[in-house]
Each structure stands twice: as structure tokens, then as C-alpha cells.
């Protein structure tokens, strides 16, 4: 069974920083590229920051460049996404996803999804 599970979300205030986590399995997890994807209600889903397993390429949104910092272990089949400075319009619900192959930042291209962790940022 396909699971992936975000944890570290919270209510944190501006300025703070929070490590999200993405555990995956029961698929290749070296054979896919993992992005970070956040949507606030009323608003399109939209592409955070993303990595390929395979090639260790990375993607950041222009918004994130510079604050957040995506990583991955492969031995633990896991992705993290480092979020510094953060600013209260960083609030939305996170989601980890998983496409076969390279990372692509269109959240339509992703076949597996996470649950989605809150994460809120106070003025």
C-alpha cells in the first residue's frame, strides 16, 4: 500500500522556522521525485518546492527561494522541507506528493498524495 505521511506542521509565530517530514512507502522510492505543495482555502493548490530522487534535482517557488530548504534520505524513504523566516502568507495546508521520474511543478503530474499537515503563521 502507497502511504505518504507529513508530519512537523504547527502554529508558529513570524520569523520562526518549522521542519515538515514526508515518510514514504510502499512504491520505488528512488524512482520518484517528491514535491512539497501548499493550498489555502479558496485557492489553487501550488507548488512549493520539489526533489528527484534519481538526480538529487531541486525546484524552489520564487516565494520559498532562499527561506526553505528541501532535502531527502533515501535510506529512510523520507523528504524534509526546512521552512525559515517564516511569514504568515506561508500559512496553508502542506502536502508531500509523488511523481515516477524527475520533479515537474505542476501538482496535476502527481499520482501520490499525503493527508497534509497544517502549518500557521502568526503576525
Known amino acids: 500500500e502507497v502511504q505518504l505521511m507529513e508530519s512537523g506542521g504547527g502554529l508558529v509565530q513570524a520569523g520562526g522556522s518549522l521542519r515538515l517530514s514526508c515518510a514514504a512507502s510502499?512504491?520505488?522510492?528512488?524512482?520518484?521525485?517528491i514535491g512539497w505543495f501548499r493550498q489555502v482555502p479558496g485557492k489553487e493548490r501550488e507548488g512549493v518546492s520539489c526533489i528527484s530522487s534519481s538526480d538529487g534535482s531541486i525546484y524552489y517557488a520564487d516565494s520559498v527561494k532562499g527561506r526553505f530548504t528541501i532535502s531527502s534520505d533515501n535510506a529512510k524513504n523520507t523528504v524534509y522541507l526546512q521552512m525559515n523566516s517564516l511569514k504568515p502568507e506561508d500559512t496553508a495546508v502542506y502536502y508531500c506528493a509523488a511523481v515516477l521520474g524527475l520533479w515537474v511543478p505542476d501538482w496535476r503530474e502527481y499520482e501520490y498524495w499525503g493527508q497534509g499537515t497544517q502549518v500557521t503563521v502568526s503576525s
Open positions: 510502499g512504491f520505488s522510492f528512488d524512482d520518484y521525485a
